[in-house]
Every structure is written in structure tokens, then in C-alpha cells.
T-cell receptor, first 107, second 114 residues
Framework: AQRVTQPEKLLSVFKGAPVELKCNYSYSGSPELFWYVQYSRQRLQLLLRHISRESIKGFTADLNKGETSFHLKKPFAQEEDSAMYYCALHSDYKLSFGAGTTVTVRA | KAGVTQTPRYLIKTRGQQVTLSCSPISGHRSVSWYQQTPGQGLQFLFEYFSETQRNKGNFPGRFSGRQFSNSRSEMNVSTLELGDSALYLC?????????????FGSGTQLSVL
């Protein structure tokens, strides 16, 4: 069975500092991985997906199959990045979410 | 275009009752999935529908059921409510439910069971 692990429940960084959110997964097949974000009083929304290899709002994530990881990174955090971030794995028409990491960016 | 719409926004029920939640997907989207969100368990998959067919079901008791109509709108039903069913129920839609598709989420229905 698939599993997604986000080891950090809370992450606090200063504005302008780098931020990295960890995500590890276990899955026997070829994973389809995503990062979803929920800003205060907003809906859960897609941030990025590994297949697109894109950078959204300065965030990037690299799939490392050897380490079964999909960490999310941003070199310079902004106050508007404060939110709840979920790593998710898509298989068999369902998303399996990690527990989420709450990021607080301090001025 | 309009986003995913969930009704009602809030519900208060008592133990033993049943409840029906509704979800209208984005126009043109044919896949609808449901998730339960609680502080303790996080986001957990309930079921997914495509063209009125359930393609996957999460690890929930049979009291949780759902269906999808020909216009892609979906409902989920919880019978014999228990206190532990109190949660935010989220609906998400996508074009065809393929593996790398983006899901669009609704605002959710907050269910409180007293």
C-alpha cells in the first residue's frame, strides 16, 4: 500500500531564508507526486506536480526515486508563503496525502 | 468558470441520523472524488466516481456511500452517524481522473455530529 510521510508538522522560517519541506513516499509502482497548498481561508489547491517539472511561486520539487523523496524547496521565503502544505501521491484514482506541514514565514 | 460547489456549507446532526452531502464539479469535469479531513487523521480518501461508476473506495465502513449522476454531480451519504464522523468533507473534481491530473477542490461541508 502507498504511504506519504511528512516528518515536520510545523516549520518556521524568516523572510528571505530558504525553506525546505520534506516528503517521503512508499509505493511499488511509478509514483505520480504532487504538492497541494492551503492558504488561510482558501481552498486546497495544487501547487505543483512532479510530471510538469515546473516552478510555481518560486517553489520547486525534485523526485528522487532512490531516496523515495519529493522535497519542496524555495530559496527565499516570502510572508505570503505562510500556509499548510500537503504532499500527495496519486494512484488508482485516489490521492494519498501526507499529514501536512504548517509553514510560518516571519518578517 | 465556476469552481467546485459543495452544499450545504455546515451541518449539525445527532448520533444515529443520516446525512447527504452534495457536490457540483466544474463544468466539463467527469471525475469526482471525496475526502474526509480531521485534525487527527488528516485528509483521507473516501471514494472516486467517473461517468457514474465508482472506480475506487477508501477504507471506510459501509455507512459511507456515494453516487454520481449523469451530469457528473455527486452525492455522498453517511448513515447511522457517529461522533467520530464529525469532519470537514471535501469534494474534488478533475477532467478524467487520470494519474497526473490536477484536482480542483471545493470549500467543503463541515459536519458536526452531536
Amino acid at each position: 500500500a502507498q504511504r506519504v510521510t511528512q516528518p515536520e508538522k510545523l516549520l518556521s522560517v524568516f523572510k528571505g531564508a530558504p525553506v525546505e519541506l520534506k516528503c517521503n513516499y512508499s509505493y511499488s509502482g511509478s509514483p505520480e507526486l504532487f504538492w497541494y497548498v492551503q492558504y488561510s481561508r482558501q481552498r486546497l489547491q495544487l501547487l505543483l506536480r512532479h510530471i510538469s517539472r515546473e516552478s510555481i511561486k518560486g517553489f520547486t520539487a525534485d523526485l528522487n526515486k532512490g531516496e523515495t523523496s519529493f522535497h519542496l524547496k524555495k530559496p527565499f521565503a516570502q510572508e505570503e508563503d505562510s500556509a499548510m502544505y500537503y504532499c500527495a501521491l496519486h494512484s488508482d484514482y485516489k490521492l494519498s496525502f501526507g499529514a501536512g506541514t504548517t509553514v510560518t514565514v516571519r518578517a | 468558470k465556476a469552481g467546485v460547489t459543495q452544499t450545504p456549507r455546515y451541518l449539525i446532526k445527532t448520533r444515529g441520523q443520516q446525512v447527504t452531502l452534495s457536490c457540483s464539479p466544474i463544468s466539463g469535469h467527469r471525475s469526482v472524488s471525496w475526502y474526509q479531513q480531521t485534525p487527527g487523521q488528516g485528509l483521507q480518501f473516501l471514494f472516486e466516481y467517473f461517468s457514474e461508476t465508482q472506480r475506487n473506495k477508501g477504507n471506510f465502513p459501509g455507512r459511507f456511500s456515494g453516487r454520481q449522476f449523469s451530469n457528473s454531480r455527486s452525492e455522498m451519504n453517511v448513515s447511522t452517524l457517529e461522533l467520530g464522523d464529525s469532519a470537514l468533507y471535501l469534494c474534488a473534481s478533475s477532467l478524467g481522473g487520470q494519474m497526473n491530473e490536477k484536482l480542483f477542490f471545493g470549500s467543503g461541508t463541515q459536519l458536526s455530529v452531536l
